[in-house]
């Protein structure tokens, strides 16, 4: 009996009017015409708001620089940057020293990101499965939530050695897991009840029901998830690399303010910051192409 369980992602009504489409090219190729104006919609409105996000962060951090009252000499703006890395003569060789640290950082927010990622997914689906293990597991994340991550890197640096991808991974993992598993979890209980039951009436089990009528529900709360991780994982290979592993951009910050090289500094950190307000919003971008593909309204979380 199980294996005539309804495709409560495709109702029989929704069956018969993909029937009416394929028999009429008139209408599908409306459809489709439909749908190729509303990607790049919104393709057109995220790249217009990266676009404000970007100005909106030259523009006060300029205005932190010029306003703020710090010494020229400690302070540098976008310009000092842009001729730092482009402009002055020495500008290729710039480039070419904070390459590997920007690169060093993006790998280790790579796994910060898709082990808490990874993390949070399986955490949410033995939530949504079991009671019992979310009442167990549940106290622990938000333990790690609530203790300040320097205070317990010592332990995670004395478990996986100082230095190791495992320390850049639990940190990161850390960092990126309760923002994420609160929004997939979220997102696979606002399921409907009602294509719940007719999972139940034709035999289906829990997690049958979470495959078929929870999972694809909960897209538009895993990009979400996703796009929230981003800046996390970022966060948290800044902090691996300044408590553990003493390389990429976390690393080398300390470095650069004990030497006095300031404008390496704020390169440093005008770079990450960069890629992260790129990383979010390719994500987003990416979001909004599922979800219309899909037939959802990208926005409505």
């Known amino acids: 009996m ?3 369980l309804v495709d409560t992602a495709n109702p029989p009504a929704l069956q018969t009017g993909q029937l009416v489409l394929q028999a009429d090219p008139v209408a599908q190729a409306r459809l489709r015409a439909d749908r190729r104006r509303a990607l790049l919609r919104t393709i ?18 300029q205005c932190i620089v010029s306003f703020s009252g710090i010494s ?10 842009w001729n730092y890395l482009f402009t002055d003569e020495d500008a290729a060789a710039n480039r070419a020293a ?23 997914i399986v955490l949410a689906v033995l939530f949504s499965l079991s009671k019992a293990v979310e009442a167990g597991v549940m106290p622990l994340v938000l333990l790690l939530r609530t203790i300040p991550l320097v205070s317990i890197a010592p332990v995670i640096i004395l478990i996986t050695g100082r230095g190791t991808v495992a320390s850049v991974a639990v940190i990161g993992t850390i960092v990126v897991l309760f923002p994420a598993l609160a929004s997939i979890l979220f997102g696979l209980t606002r399921a409907s009840q009602q294509s719940i039951d007719v999972v139940h ?22 990009f979400a998830a996703a796009r929230v991780s981003v800046p996390g994982a970022v966060t948290g290979a800044l902090l691996a690399e300044w408590l553990s592993t003493g390389q990429g951009i976390g ?31 390719i994500v987003q971008i990416v979001e909004n192409i599922v979800l219309v593909r899909m037939g959802m309204q990208p926005g409505r979380r």
């Open 2 to 4: 199980t294996e005539k």
């Open 44 to 61: 057109g409105t995220s790249l217009v708001n990266a676009l404000i996000t970007f100005a909106v962060v030259l523009i006060l951090w």
């Open 72 to 81: 020229p000499f400690i302070a540098k703006g976008p310009v000092d940057v």
């Open 98 to 120: 904070m390459a590997p640290l920007v690169a060093q950082t993006l790998v280790d927010s790579s796994i910060g990101f898709v082990f808490g990622m990874i993390t949070a």
């Open 201 to 222: 009436v034709f035999g289906g089990g829990r997690f049958t029901s979470l495959r078929k009528v929870n999972f694809p529900g909960a897209g538009p709360s895993l």
């Open 251 to 281: 690393g080398s910050i300390l470095k650069f303010n004990a030497q006095a090289q300031f404008t390496q500094l704020w390169t440093s950190i005008a770079l990450i910051t960069l890629i992260t307000l790129l990383l979010y919003n």
